[in-house]
């Protein structure tokens, strides 16, 4: 179903587009949040790890994270140190893959995906009283949680949502019966294209408060997104942001390179398709988020410039984003001003 492709430096290598935020190490999938009147950057951790390159993404076989934050954008980076290693997680066994975020009373918490021992992607979280960790992990990976992507979104009302999912490499076809299934299934091209999750998290942010469910995306006549429409389906990555009281459902279409979204009324949608935030990166994967501070918004992403086009070595960027006067967001090419 899908190509295992790569977005060439090629007709791009000669712009300087915008520097990586981060240089000293290979850093991707950024989630960021403002804490403690700081931007702090929660991202993957890619390394060399000597795992040759497969349709499933097994040479993506990061082992820790690393918290970043910076007092201003533009500024300097602050490295906190390895925060998360999956060796001290007893329940997983490989590819800490994109992690997120939260804040409550005090308390700090990171939630990350990993293989367990059976290969099969689960959530984990882990806590901290400082947002740049470290942070301790619990024994076992929350309950009925499955594939990978955890974005954590807090609303007005005080009550956190988790957005998770990626299908491909990700697992998420693998669970649409219900339970796991050890083969790949997806709709055929004219069906409804798979979901995105979402699950209300329980007041101690460690467990779901209820079974997790389908974000739909619908086109603009009302009908869901399908399988076949590979430029605007839902593939990874989901992102959720609120913007004059419109929920933003912000998501990677994978195999077509673009970050695009979707807007709703509420947390649980249906979303409807809306059109672009981010154009094609260097690199095959693109995974972003977006955050208000100081009264401007902006894009966190990545690509892999700073490794020449390697795809498992991707670098954090940073762009401002835009809204047009009718709440659309104004598309952005990473290599363009």
């Known amino acids: 179903m899908f190509t295992w492709i790569s977005i ?23 989630s960021a949040h403002v804490f403690e009147g700081k ?50 997680v007893p329940w997983a066994a490989k590819q800490m893959w994109a992690p997120d975020a939260a804040e409550k009373n005090g308390t700090y918490y990171l939630y990350f995906p990993a293989k367990d021992s059976d290969g099969i992607f689960r959530i984990g979280v882990a806590t901290s ?16 949680s499955y594939s990978i992507d955890p974005a954590i979104f807090k609303d007005s009302d005080g009550s956190y949502y988790m957005y998770f999912g990626g299908i491909w490499g990700g697992q998420l076809q693998r669970w649409e019966s219900g339970s796991y299934v050890g083969e790949d299934v997806y709709p055929p091209a004219d069906k409804p294209a798979i979901n995105p999750k979402i699950a209300r998290l329980s007041g101690d942010m460690l467990s779901f408060d209820e079974t997790p469910k389908d974000v ?15 430029d605007r389906r839902y593939f990874e990555a989901a992102w959720v ?20 979204y979707a807007t709703g009324d509420n947390p649980y949608g249906p979303f409807t398709y809306r059109g672009v935030v981010l154009n094609p990166v260097i690199g095959w994967t693109n995974h972003h988020s977006i955050v208000e501070y100081k009264g401007k918004w ?28 009718d709440g659309t967001i104004q598309t952005l090419d990473a290599y363009k001003d």
């Open 216 to 230: 739909v995306i619908l086109d603009e006549d009302g009908n869901p997104i399908v399988t076949g429409d590979n």
């Open 39 to 88: 931007i702090y950057i929660y991202p993957s951790h890619d390394y060399e790890s000597g795992i040759p390159e497969d349709d499933m993404g097994s040479h993506f076989n990061m082992q820790d994270y690393h918290v970043f934050s910076m007092n201003k954008v533009g500024g300097t980076v602050k490295d906190h140190g390895i925060a998360l290693h999956v060796d001290d």
């Open 298 to 325: 902006y894009l966190f992403f990545h690509d892999s410039s700073l490794s020449g086009g390697k795809t498992h070595l991707r670098s954090v960027k940073v762009k401002e984003l835009k809204y047009n006067p």
């Open 241 to 260: 942001h609120k913007y004059k009281d419109v929920y933003y459902l912000s998501y990677s279409t994978g195999d077509t390179h673009t970050i695009s």
């Open 8 to 30: 060439p430096l090629s007709a791009q290598e000669n712009s300087t587009g915008d520097k990586p935020i981060i240089t000293d190490l290979y850093t991707a999938d950024p």
């Open 129 to 144: 009283s400082d947002p740049g960790g470290p942070f301790k992990p619990e024994d076992k990976p929350i309950e009925g």
